[in-house]
């Protein structure tokens, strides 16, 4: 089975462009996780969605963040402008919000960001 | 103070060590709990879960004391492969993750 999938693996960019990131969930699963994890600060929780519905958006850094659900089976996290504070690598995970296991969250393999 | 502390190390242990790990976490209205690994440029991925009575898988124990509200994890006969990061996590109504304590076992 396909894991969760995020593109692209590693970004680089300058200062003020747009950078999206994307991520794929397992199939089946309803509840996705974006995460933001550096070397200063570890691993750090941005947003939630369950059931395509965003429950908890307290850590997003601020306005130049947005994060989208459009459906099931995708997911966006947007920065505009980006800065060079916002490099870090980003994470994507899945769960089940039911059945067993439903406290495990699966994660995507990341995205390297480097802002310039 | 963080939700959740860990000692970041590193752990430089032999082949074949006994090492251990501690966790402590602030909110003691934390529901359950567990033990990530992550690999060097890798994804987080669940080790085990922590249950009150403690739990064992192989060559891990996870130990959870709800009174003090501290975690460890024991693992017996370390192996080269051991080499990673552990994370502390706990979960409120969402998952908070510790920074990690890194371990890196020798020949």
């Known amino acids: 089975d396909a894991g969760v999938i995020q593109s692209p693996r590693h970004e680089v960019t300058e200062m003020g462009q747009e950078v999206t990131l994307r991520c794929k969930p397992i199939s089946g699963h309803n509840s996705l996780f974006w995460y933001r994890q550096t070397m200063m600060r570890g691993l750090e929780l941005l947003i939630y969605?369950?059931?395509?519905?965003?429950?908890?958006d307290s850590g997003m850094p601020e306005d130049r963040f947005s994060a989208k659900m459009p459906n099931a089976s995708f997911s966006t996290l947007k920065i505009q402008p980006s800065e060079p504070r916002d490099s870090a690598v980003y994470f994507c995970a899945s769960k089940s919000l039911t059945g067993t296991g439903q406290d495990t969250q699966y994660f995507g393999p990341g995205t390297r960001l480097t802002v310039l | 103070r963080k939700e959740v502390e860990q000692d970041p190390g590193p752990f430089n242990v032999p082949e074949g060590a006994t090492v251990a790990f501690n966790c402590t976490y602030s909110?003691?209205?934390?529901?359950?709990f567990f033990w990530y690994r992550q690999d060097c440029r890798k994804e987080p991925k669940l080790l085990m879960s922590?249950?009150?009575s403690g739990n064992e898988d192989g060559r891990f124990t996870a130990q959870l004391n709800r009174a003090s509200q501290y975690i460890s994890l024991l693992i017996r006969d370390s192996k080269l492969s051991d080499s990673a990061s552990y994370l502390c996590?706990?979960?409120?109504?969402?998952?908070?993750f510790g920074t990690g304590t890194r371990l890196q076992v020798f020949p």
């Open positions: 969605f369950n059931n395509n519905v965003p429950i908890d």
């Open positions: 996590v706990v979960n409120t109504d969402k998952l908070i």
């Open positions: 909110n003691s209205a934390s529901q359950s």
């Open positions: 922590v249950y009150s």
